[in-house]
C-alpha cells in the first residue's frame, strides 16, 4: 500500500487547514487509518485514526475538539480537518495504515505503512 499526503501548509494562528492521504496499491477499506505528526526536536506522536469502515474514530487529547477524521472509502483517501490551530500544532504530519484494529494505533502498535509527511506550520 502507498500513502500520498497533500494539503500541508502555512496558516496563522485559529485557521483551518484539511489533509488528505490517497491509498493505493491494495483495498483502502481493508486498513484503519491514521495520522501521526513530529514535530522539530521531538518524537512522532499519535493524532487521529478512524476504523476501515469509518464508524470508529480516536483522537490524542491536544487536538481532540478541533481536529475531525474521516474517510471515503470509494476515493481510497482519508482526511484529517484541523480547526482552531495553534503553534503546537506545528510538525510534519503522517498518514499512516493498518491491518489490525482500529484501538491499535493509539496504543502505540506501529502502523504496516506509512506515507511521506506534509508540512503544517502554524504562525502565531
Known amino acids: 500500500v502507498q500513502l500520498q499526503a497533500s494539503g500541508g501548509g502555512l496558516v496563522q494562528a485559529g485557521g483551518s487547514l484539511r489533509l488528505s492521504c490517497a491509498a493505493s496499491g491494495g483495498t483502502s477499506s481493508d486498513y484503519a487509518m491514521g495520522w501521526f505528526r513530529q514535530a522539530p526536536g521531538k518524537q512522532r506522536e499519535f493524532v487521529a485514526v478512524i476504523s476501515q469502515s469509518g464508524t470508529i474514530t480516536y483522537y490524542a487529547d491536544s487536538v481532540k475538539g478541533r481536529f475531525t477524521i474521516s474517510r471515503d472509502n470509494a476515493k481510497s483517501t482519508v482526511f484529517l480537518q484541523m480547526s482552531s490551530l495553534k503553534p503546537e500544532d506545528t510538525a510534519v504530519y503522517y498518514c499512516?495504515?493498518?491491518?489490525?484494529?482500529?484501538?491499535?494505533?493509539?496504543?502505540?502498535?506501529?502502523?504496516?505503512?506509512w506515507g511521506q509527511g506534509t508540512q503544517v506550520t502554524v504562525s502565531s
Open positions: 499512516a495504515a493498518d491491518h489490525t484494529t482500529v484501538q491499535q494505533m493509539p496504543i502505540g502498535r506501529p502502523p504496516d505503512y
